[in-house]
């Protein structure tokens, strides 16, 4: 049965091997000169007879240094330069109805479970093909080979999330598990997603320069303290042989934490161990509390939705996108305060005027902040190519200058609990599932994602998933506590879409790759979003009358 659903799924989209578009993918221009505001900006917060929703505080709140932005302003105005109050992200106005029926169920099944990141000979042909035989569309800079991010991860994890090769060598990359942002990221709203961090060689070496898995693990658990700024669980370790009090009690002993303590100006500091505490005493490897060490790259899948014979949603083998990000430039704290001065002067002194989107498809776009960001997307018949420069746009947005991110990122500091979660929150998603999962808390206490239902009366931005409407609000519009009950055990009762769902956001996602019009909005769309504005106006206020915070 398995191979009459692929069979017809390759004779209906395509083998899913990586295959030529015709557009010059590196033409430096935008057609949506407002690229970098997503499409969830543009959402109408207002409610008839009912108070506003408010989905923006999540992004746009009171940041935390180094992040100076502070953008609690934005949920209550839609804050836009002239070019924005147009809304382009025209894929959200589409009536998918007709392409929902026409694809059946098995058809996107077979399509979903078949990777288009690794042949069935183990082979990846996105990276053969960037080193081997690159189209000349896809050569940004016109020099005849791929200067940008290869694919180098194998999706093979070990029982402490690191990556291995055939061999049984480290590839570095070591994935992170986390509970998702609240909105666009819960997969009942089309799509799972994973995420993986790499540090330097220096942060994965001993003092002789030898590949550690003990330094880097410990490096890794560090970096965590230092974004979380809390204290890290680690399994016991020697400190006097890496010459750290880890656990910040005056002695160097067994230590089975990373204390977070660092204040310099007071004299408090931390330490990096192995190759990396000696290059931070040559002042080589800067460290700071809310930034990842100079070199610290991301990888991020995004990913269809499975369903198994027993009506369980998972992550599926198909990419919808695998995003890739590099940090490129230390930033100090007095930069960061000095660049979010500047914006603000800007904003102020050129109203109508967008800031450039500084990049390309190779070494990726700018987010002003010392990261750039790259990826691959779905090419119309299923496998993998370079997003284009303004397919890329967006990253910079998401993340640049919103209060919600950390150092350009979020996944770090909604890691799961080392001292509390399996293999201390360091596994990918085909090892163990969220199932089970706790609600995450936020700094009031309350439940995070009870809180953003309330704040928005639904689990998206655009209120339009019925599933989790039902599911949570009686038909006065009021959340069920049982079902809130529910939430504060197990998040994938809000989070997880129901099996007919999660099918129908596969083709309409796959509709978006057919028309490859992912510059128009790449949201898997089952019905016209009507929570949405197709114009805003200047000065515009978006109904919400009180500010909250995401932290």
Same mark, same amino acid.
């Given at each position: 049965m398995r191979t009459i659903i692929l069979?017809?799924?390759?004779?209906?989209?395509?083998?899913?091997?990586?295959?030529?578009?015709? &557009? =010059? %993918?590196?033409?430096l221009y935008l057609s949506n000169p407002a690229a970098v505001t997503p499409p969830q900006c543009y959402t109408k917060t207002e409610n008839e007879n009912a108070p506003a929703s408010n989905p923006c505080y999540v992004c746009h709140t009171d940041s935390r240094a180094p992040n100076f932005t502070n953008d609690l302003d934005l949920q209550?105005?839609?804050?836009?330069?002239?070019?924005?109050?147009?809304?382009?992200?025209?894929?959200?106005f589409?009536?998918?109805?007709?392409?929902?029926a026409e694809v059946s169920d098995e058809q996107i099944l077979g399509y979903v479970r078949e990777s288009n990141y690794r042949a069935k000979d183990g082979s990846v042909p996105l990276r053969e093909k960037l080193r &081997? =035989? %690159?189209?000349?569309?896809?050569?940004?800079?016109?020099?005849?080979r791929w200067d940008g991010y290869v694919p180098d991860v194998q999706f093979n994890f070990d029982s402490a999330g690191f990556d291995r090769d055939a061999d049984g060598g480290y590839s570095g990359w070591r994935a992170l598990a986390y509970t998702p942002f609240p909105g666009t990221f819960f997969p009942t709203n089309g799509s799972t997603d994973d995420v993986l961090i790499r540090l330097p060689a220096m942060y994965q070496n001993n003092e002789q320069g030898e590949f550690d898995v003990e330094v880097y693990r410990i490096n890794l658990a560090i970096v965590e303290a230092l974004i979380k700024r809390a204290d890290i669980a680690i399994d016991p370790v020697d400190e006097e042989k890496l010459k750290v009090d880890l656990d910040k009690n005056g002695e160097?002993?067994?230590?089975?934490?990373?204390?977070?303590?660092?204040?310099?100006?007071?004299?408090r500091h931390m330490s990096y161990v192995g190759e990396a505490r000696l290059a931070q005493q040559r002042k080589e490897a800067p460290l700071s509390a809310g930034s990842y060490p100079l070199g610290t790259e991301f990888l991020h899948s995004v990913r269809y939705l499975d369903v198994d014979t027993n009506g369980e949603v998972s992550m599926a083998a198909r990419m919808k996108e695998l995003r890739y990000a590099r940090k490129v430039r230390w930033v100090t704290y007095f930069q960061h305060r000095e660049l979010a001065a500047d914006e603000l002067k800007d904003a102020h002194d050129f109203p109508d005027r967008l800031e450039p989107v500084i990049g390309d498809i190779e070494r990726g776009v700018s987010n002003r902040?010392?990261?750039r960001y790259s990826g691959f997307i779905e090419d119309r018949h299923g496998g993998l190519r370079p997003q284009s420069y303004e397919e890329l746009a967006t990253c910079s947005g998401c993340h640049g200058a919103i209060g919600a991110n950390v150092d350009g990122s979020f996944a770090m500091t909604r890691k799961l609990d080392a001292?509390?979660?399996?293999?201390?929150?360091?596994?990918?998603?085909?090892?163990k599932s969220l199932a089970g999962t706790p609600e995450p808390l936020r700094g009031d206490g309350q439940g995070e994602y009870a809180y953003y239902l309330k704040q928005v009366g639904n689990a998206d931005e655009y209120r339009s998933n019925g599933e989790v409407r039902a599911r949570f609000f009686d038909s006065e519009g009021a959340l069920k506590s049982a079902m809130l009950d529910r939430l504060a055990k197990d998040i994938n009762v809000l989070i997880m879409p129901s099996p007919r769902r999660a099918l129908d956001l596969n083709k309409a996602y796959r509709?978006?790759?057919?028309?490859?019009?992912?510059?128009?909005?790449?949201?898997?769309?089952?019905?016209?979003?009507?929570?949405?504005?197709?114009?805003?106006?200047?000065?515009?206020?978006?109904?919400?009358?009180?500010?909250?915070?995401?932290?």
């Open positions: 069979a017809i799924t390759t004779a209906l989209f395509g083998s899913g091997a990586v295959s030529a578009e015709p &557009e =010059n %993918l590196g033409r209550l105005l839609y804050d836009f330069a002239e070019p924005a109050r147009t809304n382009r992200w025209h894929n959200l589409k009536d998918r109805s007709e392409y929902l &081997e =035989n %690159l189209p000349a569309h896809w050569d940004g800079n016109g020099n005849g160097l002993a067994t230590a089975t934490q990373i204390t977070y303590d660092w204040a310099p100006l007071e004299q902040r010392g990261w001292g509390k979660s399996f293999q201390r929150g360091w596994y990918h998603w085909d090892q509709a978006i790759v057919q028309e490859q019009s992912f510059r128009e909005g790449r949201d898997a769309v089952l019905s016209p979003r009507d929570n949405l504005l197709r114009e805003v106006a200047e000065g515009q206020e978006t109904g919400v009358q009180r500010a909250s915070s995401y932290f």
